[in-house]
């Protein structure tokens, strides 16, 4: 999966649960920042940490956030 895909995935499930990136960093216990690198398509590799506090913030598998 490319960073533009991952980031594209986050920002659409960020979306559908209507959460600001604030919202969404606080949740998955991130910063702000790194969520915005994510979406920006700025990771290329974000470490398993940070994938897994995405996936157990938005409640989805690792195939919904992974594809």
């Known amino acids: 999966m490319t960073a533009r895909e991952f980031g594209q ?23 702000v ?5 994510i979406e920006a398509h700025e990771m290329t590799h974000p470490p398993v940490e940070t994938v897994r506090k995405l996936r157990i913030a938005f409640r989805c598998s690792w195939e ?3 594809g």
């Open 9 to 31: 995935r986050v920002y659409n499930l960020r979306m559908t649960k209507s959460w600001t990136q604030e919202v969404c960093a606080g949740l998955a216990g991130l910063s």
């Open 33 to 37: 920042r790194t969520l915005q690198k």
């Open 64 to 66: 919904d956030l992974l």
